[in-house]
C-alpha cells in the first residue's frame, strides 16, 4: 500500500542571490490556503506579494524587511544562519534592482504553480499592504497590482 507523506503546514522558504543589489533575498512560499493567509499576515507591508494571474496558485512573499521578519517568524528559518543582515524598502532600490527582486519572485511563483510547464504566465506583484483576506480562506483581494509575464 502507497501512502503519501503529509506535506508540513509551514511555508517553504528559499533565497536567491541578487547579483545588482549583492544581497541574497529571502522569499516566503505559502504549501496551502490557509498558508498562504499565514504568510500575509506575518509579513512587513513593504516585502512584495506574488501570485499568477487569474489563477489559483501559491502565494510568494519577497521579504524586504528582515528585522520584522525575525521579530514575526522567530524560528522559523533563521537569517544569520543563512548570512542574510539587509533591510530594504523600495525606494532605497533603483528600478532595475527591485524588478530583478521582482522577476526572481515571479519566477519562484510560476516555479511552484500549477503553470510550471506553461509559457507566457502573468504574474501579477504589489506590496503586502495592498492584499486583504477575504471570508473564503486562502483567497485575497489585491490592489495597486503590476504584473509580469515569466
Known amino acids: 500500500m502507497n501512502v503519501k507523506p503529509v506535506k508540513p503546514d509551514k511555508m517553504r522558504t528559499v533565497t536567491r542571490y541578487i547579483p545588482s543589489i549583492r544581497e541574497t533575498i529571502l522569499f516566503k512560499i505559502g504549501r496551502n490556503a490557509k498558508n498562504n493567509i499565514e504568510i500575509i499576515e506575518e509579513s512587513h507591508p513593504e516585502d512584495i ?4 494571474g487569474e ?3 501559491c ?3 519577497a521579504v524586504m524587511n528582515l528585522e520584522h521578519y525575525n521579530n514575526v517568524c522567530n524560528g522559523v528559518t533563521d537569517p544569520e544562519k543563512l ?5 530594504f524598502i523600495p525606494e532605497q532600490l533603483t528600478k532595475k534592482q527591485f524588478m530583478h527582486i521582482v ?5 519562484l511563483c510560476k516555479e ?6 506553461k509559457k507566457n504566465v502573468e504574474i501579477i506583484y504589489t506590496n503586502v499592504e ?3 483576506p477575504t471570508n473564503i480562506v ?3 483581494i489585491a490592489c495597486k497590482t503590476k504584473n509580469i509575464v515569466i
Open 83 to 87: 548570512c542574510l543582515r539587509y533591510n
Open 130 to 132: 495592498n492584499v486583504a
Open 138 to 140: 486562502g483567497s485575497v
Open 103 to 107: 522577476k526572481q519572485g515571479a519566477v
Open 59 to 61: 502565494h510568494v512573499i
Open 55 to 57: 489563477e489559483s496558485s
Open 49 to 52: 506579494w506574488f501570485h499568477v
Open 112 to 117: 511552484y504553480s500549477k503553470c510550471k510547464s
